[in-house]
């Protein structure tokens, strides 16, 4: 059965500094995995996927994840954070081919000037 | 130009109430969903059609009866509705036929029972 555990549900960086969001999952096949954003009162919008080519995937708006599968992470990054980058973040895994998506319990993301 | 939407946007009714939340993509996508996030955002995958047949059919009071009239739509009805029901209902649409498997997802529907 697949699982997916976000360290954090809160998360506060300055402007400019690091942005690291931490994902674990738990999957019995090589998963698919993914990363979602969610601004408030908006939908889901994807950011990057994993899915078994290349480990260090980058995605939108300047974030990237690299997939460790020996640590059974996908965490998120970005360099330089931007005020505009204040939302709630989703990690998502799916382990067949039906689309069944297990998300995290997500992590809020605030940036302080 | 909206690839996936969802009407309406926002949705309040009584308890005991039927009510129905309407979804389109224009993706082509052969696979549509539907998803419950609640007042602490978690979500959860309610239902599932791939090319009009139900494929994902989590553990949902019958209460709740999806339709895919065709691959493009996917509608939720909801019968005798409770306080429980209150939440952001999210429709999301796939490509499974083409391996790739992200999903797309509406604005969501916020229903609120009083």
């Known amino acids: 059965a697949q699982s997916v555990t976000q360290l954090g549900s809160h998360v506060s960086v300055s402007e400019g500094a690091l942005v690291l969001l931490r994902c674990n999952y738990s999957?019995?096949?090589?998963?698919?995995l993914f990363w979602y954003v969610q601004y408030p009162n908006q939908g889901l919008q994807l950011l990057l996927k994993y899915t078994s080519a290349a480990t260090l995937v980058k995605g939108i708006n300047g974030f990237e994840a690299e997939f460790k599968k020996s640590e059974t992470s996908f965490h998120l990054t970005k360099p330089s954070a931007h005020m505009s980058d204040a939302a709630e973040y989703f990690c998502a895994v799916s382990e067949n081919s039906w689309g069944k998506f297990q998300f995290g319990a997500g992590t809020q993301v605030v940036v302080t000037p | 130009d909206t690839a996936v939407s969802q009407t309406p946007k926002y949705l309040v009714t009584q308890m005991g109430n039927d009510k129905s939340i309407k979804c389109e993509q224009n993706?082509?996508?052969?696979?549509m969903y539907w998803y419950k996030q609640d007042s602490k955002k978690f979500l959860k995958i309610m239902f599932s059609?791939?090319?009009?047949?139900?494929?994902i059919n989590e553990t949902v009071p019958n209460r709740f009866s999806p339709k895919s009239p065709d691959k493009a739509h996917l509608n939720l009805h909801i019968n005798s509705l409770e306080l429980g029901d209150s939440a952001v209902y999210f429709c999301?649409?796939?490509?499974?036929?083409?391996?790739?498997?992200?999903?797309?997802f509406g604005p969501g529907t916020r229903l609120t029972v009083t």
């Open positions: 059609y791939n090319n009009k047949e139900l494929i």
């Open positions: 999301a649409s796939s490509r499974l036929a083409g391996g790739s498997y992200e999903q797309y």
């Open positions: 993706l082509g996508h052969d696979t």
């Open positions: 999957s019995s096949v090589p998963p698919y």
